[in-house]
């Protein structure tokens, strides 16, 4: 499974910004797929992950009070890719981000591929 995200940039405060995850090798269908992100000095965190299972959206607990409506996450298998939107992005969402996936099509599964990431600069 080779993972690539893109759609990064640098962009403003209160901007809108749509990530994609592009599956090659596989179909999305059988995959769940999470978007993670690495801001500088921190810690890796997930955000948001999309089952192949049941079509079912999770969002990392410690992201919802964060957040609160700005990320959401969404797949379109035809065209083999998941997407992170974005919405009124603020300075602190700067960070590299990441889609994985597991060997399945479950959230509760381990990552086990990961693609490169994309980096998101907001300026204030």
């Known amino acids: 499974v080779q993972l690539q995200a893109s759609g990064g940039g640098l962009v403003q405060t209160g901007s809108i910004l749509r990530l994609s995850c592009v599956a090659s090798?596989?179909?999305?269908?059988?995959?769940?797929i999470g978007w993670f992100r690495q801001a500088p000095g921190k810690e890796r965190e997930g955000i948001a992950c999309s089952s192949s299972r049941d079509g079912s959206t999770y969002y990392a607990k410690s992201f919802e009070d964060r957040l609160k409506g700005r990320f959401t996450i969404s797949r379109d298998n035809a065209k083999n890719t998941v997407y992170l939107n974005m919405m009124w992005l603020k300075p602190e969402d700067t960070a590299v981000y990441f889609c994985?996936?597991?060997?399945?099509?479950?959230?509760?599964?381990?990552?086990?591929?990961w693609g490169k990431g994309t980096l998101v600069t907001v300026s204030s």
């Open positions: 090798g596989v179909t999305l269908d059988n995959y769940a």
């Open positions: 994985a996936a597991p060997q399945g099509g479950s959230c509760e599964l381990q990552m086990t591929y």
